[in-house]
């Protein structure tokens, strides 16, 4: 018999009260007779926000996605909304993605932010991310809310918060408001709809949002070229199928194979182990289909379309999927190629990405005389630097996570223009007789070659949320002296706001937000980097190596000695 703690059964006896319905009730108490491990898993903490909003397991409990986790944070946003402006009567656009219990969700958001006195714009169906996004702005809302758990498997949701500027909650609004939900009971929770407040929106919104995918995604590719390109795209059971074949349609891209199999949205996912398009498997059937109509490239997005993965053809003609790092050096690029000879470089410009993205991308910045910002995980922080900085101009920007932006119109990652803007540069390289995996290493050879490689391990539960938490401490209390071989001559605490110089001893402070992630330099240029999942039970390892490539018929030889490069990092920090 599973001993339940006394703090965790007072969470519980808290949830077997009138404040909450019976159907609740009954569940907690069968799972208290039958399954104690996961009422203890349901109760033991509060769902946190963490990179990408809240995301969690469905279910009943202070640390599952239901109608009062999501009710109480709606309340406090609804509460802080009218605290930050009182003249005004606030507005909120909801939007919501494939996944199970998505839509009924979204409407109790909807109709606690109605009974609050909030005007509500709520999507009439499923809607990619990056929409919401672009909505906020568009229909010049306070806030705006999507129902999502992105790539995590079909028992998980989410809700992530966006603000004014159509960027995700950001210092100092984010402290502020998760004060203001702590603060509340599950009692004080309005339910009860003002469906006067609530209107519905789709069709109006979708051409507005298109047609700026459209004109930001778009660069000069002749009609000739986007005819010659032969794509295959998969939404992945997902939000995308409703904007990026249109788009695509649209921008004049005719010869779209799309993956029947995968084309209706289902939250069971059920043709893939994993949604995530950083899974090579779950692009598998997309990559089938390719072959057999012999396509040029390949594109499938995550069920909230704000990720994508690509796959080209190779030197030798084989469908390649491309990691994250890859597809966002390729995409900056190409926005640098087309602002410069569009004469739009003038000195007040900037690229972004993230502390555990390739440092490439640096490089790329110098070459161009534009300035490189790099910020934490998540593209929350991103949309901050365009807020931050509006002085300057936002060119593009990406992380390893296979998330890009193009321009400043959509403030969040954004599969919808990233695909047509993948197009564009495959159409592009098509028609001067190149292709985009050979324009790839042409940037290696140009600006140096990295290669990077992310490897997740995930601890679920409350002993896997302990032994993440101890893998940070010991990493803290014992830094690595030497890895590979080669001596560890940096090391930045996020954590603490501390970059430790290990030859001189010098410390200097960081200058952004505290996060939990160590990055480790060594001497022969390679950088590791550790961090905990913000929204899964996983503690992950980033690996990234560099050397020079002399020339594109030396890339084979090149990547296989950085590929062993890492490999041998991984068994050095026992890894693999």
């Not at 609530?198 to 009609?223: H, L, M, R, W």
């Not at 005719?254 to 996912?269: A, I």
């Not at 993948?422 to 600006?447: N, T």
């Not at 990055?519 to 390892?541: C, H, M, Q, V």
């Given at each position: 018999m ?8 007072d969470?519980?006896n ?29 109760f033991?903490k ?10 969690g397991?469905m ?16 309340q406090?946003?609804?509460d ?6 009182p003249?005004?009567t606030?507005k ?8 199970h219990?998505?839509?009924s ?12 006195n909030?005007?509500?714009f ?9 929409e ?16 999502t ?8 949701n989410?809700y992530?918060?966006?603000?004014q ?8 609004h ?6 203001v939900?702590n603060d ?13 407040l ?6 109006d919104?979708?051409?507005?949002f298109?047609e700026a995918?459209v004109k ?14 032969n794509?295959v795209f998969?939404?992945l059971h ?6 990026v ?5 649209r921008a ?5 194979h ?8 289902d939250g ?7 949604p995530n398009?950083e899974e090579?498997?779950a ?9 057999e ?9 995550d ?7 690509v ?6 003609n ?17 926005l ?21 993205s ?13 300035e ?6 998540g593209?929350?922080?991103?949309a ?19 998330g ?35 324009e ?27 032994e ?19 001596k560890?001559?940096?090391i ?23 996060s ?6 060594t001497e ?11 929204t ?8 990234s190596?560099?050397?020079?490539l002399e020339s594109?018929s ?15 990092i ?7």
């Amino acid at each position: 018999m599973i001993h339940i703690e006394p703090k965790i059964l007072d969470r519980i006896n808290a949830w077997l009260t009138p404040t909450f319905d019976d159907k609740t009730q009954a569940t907690i108490k069968e799972s208290i007779a039958h399954n104690p491990k996961d009422i203890q898993e349901s109760f033991y903490k509060d769902l946190e926000f963490g990179t990408g909003g809240m995301r969690g397991i469905m279910g009943v409990g202070t640390n599952r996605i239901n109608r009062y986790t999501l009710g109480k944070s709606t309340q406090g946003l609804s509460d802080y909304l009218h605290k930050s402006f009182p003249n005004e009567t606030p507005k909120a656009v909801i939007a919501y993605d494939c996944r199970h219990n998505s839509k009924s969700l979204a409407k109790v958001v909807a109709d606690v932010f109605s009974a609050n006195n909030i005007e509500v714009f709520l999507f009439e169906d499923l809607r990619p991310t990056p929409e919401l996004s672009f909505a906020v702005k568009h229909l010049n809302c306070h806030c705006g809310i999507v129902l999502t758990a992105s790539h995590n498997p079909p028992e998980y949701n989410g809700y992530k918060v966006y603000w004014q500027d159509g960027g995700q909650l950001v210092p100092p609004h984010d402290d502020a408001i998760i004060k203001v939900i702590n603060d509340l009971d599950y009692a004080d929770i309005k339910f009860e709809a003002n469906n006067n407040l609530i209107k519905y929106i789709g069709k109006d919104v979708d051409e507005a949002f298109i047609e700026a995918s459209v004109k930001n995604g778009s660069f000069n590719t002749s009609a000739e070229a986007k005819d010659d390109l032969n794509i295959v795209f998969t939404s992945l059971h997902g939000t995308s199928i409703t904007a990026v074949p249109e788009t695509l349609k649209r921008a004049g891209y005719k010869k779209v194979h799309l993956v029947k199999e995968q084309e209706v949205p289902d939250g069971d996912f059920p043709t893939v182990k994993s949604p995530n398009p950083e899974e090579p498997a779950a692009l598998k059937m997309a990559l089938d289909l390719a072959n057999e109509v012999h396509a040029d490239i390949v594109i499938g997005t995550d069920p909230d379309c704000d990720r994508l993965g690509v796959a080209v053809r190779n030197n030798e003609n084989e469908l390649q999927l491309l990691n994250g790092n890859q597809t966002m050096l390729m995409m900056t690029a190409f926005l640098l190629k087309h602002w410069k000879s569009d004469g739009k470089i003038k000195g007040k410009e900037f690229i972004a990405s993230t502390i555990v993205s390739t440092p490439m991308l640096n490089n790329l910045a110098a070459a161009y005389q534009v300035e490189s910002k790099i910020v934490l995980t998540g593209f929350k922080w991103i949309a901050k630097l365009i807020k931050d900085f509006s002085e300057l101009d936002f060119i593009g920007g990406g992380e390893e996570s296979f998330g890009f932006m193009v321009g400043d119109f959509v403030r969040d990652k954004d599969a919808v223009t990233s695909t047509l803007l993948a197009c564009e540069i495959a159409a592009q390289a098509k028609a001067k007789g190149s292709s985009m995996f050979k324009e790839l290493i042409d940037l290696y050879v140009e600006h140096g070659f990295y290669k990077e490689r992310l490897v997740s391990i995930t601890k679920k539960g409350i002993e896997g949320a302990q032994e993440i938490k101890q893998m940070m401490v010991d990493a803290r209390e014992n830094p690595l002296q030497i890895v590979n071989g080669s001596k560890v001559i940096k090391i930045e605490d996020y954590q603490l706001s501390i970059s430790k110089n290990r030859i001189t001893g010098e410390e200097t402070a960081i200058d952004i937000p505290k996060s939990n992630v160590l990055i480790y330099y060594t001497e022969d240029g390679s950088k590791i980097a550790l961090r905990p999942s913000g929204t899964e039970p996983k503690i992950k390892f980033y690996i990234s190596v560099n050397t020079s490539l002399e020339s594109a018929s030396a890339f084979k030889e090149t990547e296989a000695k950085l590929e062993a490069k890492i490999d041998a990092i991984l068994k050095d920090m026992k890894l693999n």
